[in-house]
Structures are given as C-alpha cells and as structure tokens.
C-alpha cells in the first residue's frame, strides 16, 4: 500500500492507495471514507487485555479494569476488490499522522495512537508488565499509558494518530519523558521508572503536578513524542461544557 499524508499538522488525513486485491487493516472509527470498490474483508473487536484478536472473539476475561485510555478498538479489514482502491483515513484527535515503516525489533505506542496497519504487521495487546510500570503513581491527570506492540517478519506499515504535533526524539543514553506525551518508541530501548518522585518536592515539582508519569527510555533509539496528552485534554475539555441535567 502507498500511503500519502495531508493537510498537516494539525487536522492530518491519510490517503491509502491499495492495489487490486490489497487489503489494509484500520481502526473502524479512523475510517473517513473509501472508494466504491472497497470492501469490508472483516471486522474484529480487540479487547487489549486479550492476546489478539482470536482471543478476543473466545471471550476471554480482561485483567484489568477498563479506562478512557484502554477501550476496545474496532478493527476492520478493507480490500480493495477488482480494481486499485483508495481509504482515507484520520486520526481520533486534531493532530498529524506517523508513517513507520516496520524493522525487525518493532516498535511499541500508545493503544489510542492505531490508525491503520498492512495485514502482515502483528499487534502484541498483552503487555501487562508494561502497563504496571507506566500506571505507576499516576493521577488523573496523567492516566496510565496501555502499550501495543507492532512487529511483522515482512516490509510492512504502521500509521499512528497523534493529539497534536508530533516530535522525533533521538535517545543516545537516557531521556526522561512524560509518558501522556509519548505517542510512539523502538522496542530496543529500554522503559523503567524514572526514579523522580515530584511529590515529595524539588525544582521538577514546581514544573510538574504531583506524580506524573514519568518514565526513563534508556538506549538508542527513537522515540516519538506528541505536543497534547489526549487523555488530560479530554478531561480538561470536558469539564469546560455545561453539564446535563436528568
């Protein structure tokens, strides 16, 4: 598939140009819209917390409880079928898109972040281990951060969705980042706890409400970062409309 970014940054849309009988795999709620010749292949509900979707389909129980940041995503299969084919495709919230092309060590994002994949990429949901370390201390503010793996033995593409700008970051050692705003990073480096309690006071507490999620990516590699925390955004934004009366 070729895939053509527009309109960027901040209200980005993706134009997916598929062969005859190429098919990609998207989020349901990404999809603006596809020409005529494009079919739904198939259609999966992806529970995180199950490992994959067949998991998923059996019904297995979650680990955990769910939250904003770790709903279900719907995943379809779009074929294009007799003739080349075209998705658009945008991300949940105002901001641009990431095109990665897949290597051998993968990369890991954001579950909010999936816009769109090629069918041979393998999304890896059961990183529970992961989950602990990023939910660590973290306040409302700073919701945890639920991880999913994407690796694939073959060439293949990932396109994540980002709540604002998006800013690659080249880790030659250790980078210390507030995990809200980490949209994406390579599955070589290293994630551990960045050993900064802000609670208990110091400069970084005065830049920082107490107990953020921040965490120390420790290596090389690259990490890719966006400008908004969607899921404070959200809340901040939420509190701003009128309430609704029964």
């Given amino acids: 598939m070729k895939v053509h970014i527009g309109y960027r940054p901040a209200q980005s849309v993706a134009r997916v140009n598929l062969d005859t009988g190429e098919s990609v795999i998207v989020d349901h709620s990404a999809t603006v819209g596809m020409s005529p010749n494009v079919r739904l292949a198939a259609l999966e509900h992806s529970d995180r917390h199950a490992h994959g979707a067949g998991a998923a389909a059996r019904g297995a129980e979650p680990k955990h409880p769910p939250s904003a940041v770790a709903e279900p995503i719907q995943r379809a299969s779009l074929c294009a079928q007799g003739a080349p084919g075209e998705v658009l495709l945008a991300a949940r919230w105002p901001g641009d898109l990431l095109l990665l092309e897949l290597m051998p060590g993968g990369y890991l994002f954001q579950s909010t972040a999936f816009v769109a994949a090629s069918p041979d990429v393998r999304l890896d949901e059961q990183l529970d281990g992961l989950d602990a370390l990023f939910s660590l201390g973290a306040t409302p503010e700073a919701a945890p951060v639920h991880a999913i793996k994407a690796r694939s033995e073959q060439p293949g593409q990932l396109l994540l969705g980002a709540c604002g700008a998006i800013e690659p970051l080249e880790c030659e050692g250790e980078l210390i980042l507030e995990m809200g705003h980490v949209l994406a990073w390579e599955a070589a480096l290293e994630v551990r706890d ?19 999620a921040l965490r120390c990516f420790a290596g090389r590699g690259r990490v890719w970062v966006q400008t908004r925390d969607p899921v404070a955004l959200g809340r901040r934004l939420g509190r701003a409309l009128p309430r609704r009366h029964a």
Avoid: I
Wanted: no cysteine; glycine share 16%; charged share 25%.
């Fill in 194 to 212: 960045a050993g900064v309690d802000v609670a208990r006071g110091g400069w970084l507490a005065r830049l920082t409400p107490a107990r953020r």
